[in-house]
């Protein structure tokens, strides 16, 4: 991307929850207190990346939309690209045939796609007040997705890979049974199987005339009382069985939107040669980087960002070999010696390694996401086995903070398959390393009080303060390593691994308490240093 193209970052109003369709048009009215009325000549792309990341805490301090994507083709020197060079690839061919206006996605998707220009109908896409990518999905997946319509569309007949439709109506995370009752759904044929699919939603784009609209309805209206669903309050007013609709049919935004949309023209690109992928959970970045082929080969993704060729072991000695773990993914990693090993149960592992520095050598028995870790032998840990077991199915990820003037590091530990948002009055009801957390705060000796937030009522794994704070990152990996194996070793009999008596205490943080004591600054510090040593 040319430097000469400016670059905001706009945020929220403090206490306010807009929503994409309500962040979309606070971000265009910011735009346009610069650039007045020239902001409608101007082509913008708009990449909703904040939230608290919750399903996916490792990306939770900076964002989802710095999550490293390491394609062999956007690298430049040992820089890894991030979900932002991504988004500037993808989208920068659209600018071409789409004219001035907003071009809406989320930090945590990718899209990837076959276009041919020459078989576009420029005219009428130019034309447009709305363009909406499409991509065939199972039907199972438009269950959790917002669904295209058409009045005509025959799957057998689509003679080019891209095809530019009317659309008859936008269904927003329909049953199946619905979909096929409005025609949504078409029949695709492959390997002499037939199976359902339907054309499923992704990014967007508004063009100059919809954006003084609503900007014009925005300004009589903010603050909003609500969060304003571009998705589910802007799409499903467009369509050409919208153009009949009412505001009294409906009870939420859609009733003021309609008047904006119902006579907009709306064509949507159906990219018959595309794929849409989520990475928004800790599962769904695990399987995509780790397992998915189709995902790996089509960004040519490098499985091995590190200094070191070779840094992994099987535990079955005939499972040996010389070539790089097939489900293993490590990114800007440091091993300080060839002789530092992880032993890995099989071949079968998914492991994400990323941003971490190893010194030691230890085990892993199952699936596992070590993210900004410092794994070295500690003086104030005593070790008690050879191969220190690094528990499965588990994300750690560690975190610098600020805490009373004093800088710490805080190591957090979920399942990967955690309900992060889960929020319930009673601690038996929330589980964690396999125990409900009733019973892991009697196993570390933590009383409820010492784990819940003041005043709150509820509580979740995004709040439960259960993570100790240390003035090392190895010296914190440890304690919450220590903290996992008292919990498990009572389910399995298990042995302790480490002693962490010798270490300093400090008082427990929740990731909530992290995101807000976080010092950026360290982690960006501690990112650069990673990544010198690396280049050396």
Avoid at 156 to 171: H, I, M, R, S, Y
Avoid at 391 to 414: D, R
Avoid at 469 to 482: A, D, K, M
Wanted: proline residues 4%; glycine residues 4%; contains cysteine.
């Amino acid at each position: 991307m040319s430097l000469e193209v400016p670059v905001l970052v706009v945020a929220d109003p403090d206490g306010e929850k807009l929503g994409v369709g309500g962040s979309t048009l606070h971000i265009m009215k910011e735009l346009l207190k610069d650039y007045d009325d020239n902001l409608y000549s101007k082509k913008i792309l708009i990449i909703h990346s904040g939230g608290s990341s919750q399903r996916l805490p490792s990306y939770s301090v900076l964002g989802k939309i710095f999550t490293p994507v390491p394609c062999t083709e956007l690298r430049i020197d040992h820089t890894i690209p991030q979900m932002l060079d991504l988004k500037f690839a993808m989208y920068l061919p659209f600018s071409q045939f789409l004219g001035p206006g907003v071009f809406i996605t989320c930090a945590d998707d990718i899209e990837t796609y076959v276009l041919e220009p020459d078989a576009l109908d420029l005219q009428m896409l130019k034309s447009a007040d709305v363009v909406a990518l499409a991509h065939p999905s199972d039907i199972e997946v438009g269950e959790g997705h917002g669904v295209y319509v058409f009045d005509h569309y025959n799957s057998g007949q689509a003679p080019f890979v891209n095809t530019t439709q009317d659309c008859k109506e936008v269904l927003q995370k329909p049953s199946k049974s619905v979909m096929r009752e409005r025609g949504a759904v078409f029949l695709k044929e492959e390997n002499g199987k037939q199976s359902e699919q339907v054309w499923s939603d992704s990014v967007f784009w508004l063009g100059e005339r919809v954006c003084r609209k609503l900007l014009a309805w925005y300004a009589g209206k903010s603050p909003i009382s609500s969060e304003l669903d571009a998705y589910a309050h802007f799409l499903p007013c467009l369509g050409t069985k919208m153009k009949d609709a009412e505001s009294c049919e409906f009870s939420d935004f859609r009733a003021e939107m309609l008047p904006i949309f119902k006579d907009c023209s709306f064509k949507v690109l159906l990219l018959n040669d595309s794929r849409f992928y989520h990475l928004g959970t800790m599962e769904e970045y695990m399987y995509h980087l780790t397992s998915f082929e189709d995902f790996i080969s089509e960004l040519s993704l490098l499985r091995n960002n590190s200094n070191c060729t070779m840094p992994f072991s099987f535990k079955d000695m005939s499972e040996a070999k010389k070539t790089f773990p097939s489900r293993v993914m490590v990114t800007e990693t440091y091993f300080t010696s060839p002789s530092v090993k992880i032993v890995l149960e099989s071949d079968k592992t998914q492991m994400i390694l990323e941003y971490c520095q190893v010194s030691m050598s230890f085990y892993t028995s199952g699936n596992l996401i070590l993210s900004n870790c410092v794994i070295k032998e500690c003086s104030s840990v005593a070790y008690k086995c050879q191969n220190v077991d690094i528990f499965h199915n588990l994300l750690y990820h560690t975190v610098p903070i600020t805490f009373n003037g004093q800088l710490l590091y805080v190591t957090v530990a979920f399942d990967l398959t955690a309900d992060m948002k889960k929020r319930c009055k009673n601690l038996s009801d929330i589980m964690i390393f396999g125990s409900n957390l009733n019973e892991t705060l009697h196993v570390l000796g933590y009383k409820e009080s010492d784990v819940r937030t003041n005043g709150d009522p509820f509580i979740s794994l995004w709040t439960a303060k259960l993570f100790m704070g240390s003035q090392s990152p190895e010296e914190s990996f440890w304690l919450t390593h220590n903290a996992i194996n008292q919990v498990i070793s009572l389910q399995r009999n298990m042995v302790m691994q480490t002693d962490v008596s010798g270490c300093s205490k400090s008082p427990l943080f929740s990731m909530k308490d992290i995101i807000k004591l976080k010092a950026l600054d360290v982690f960006i510090k501690d990112r650069n240093n990673l990544l010198s040593l690396n280049c050396s």
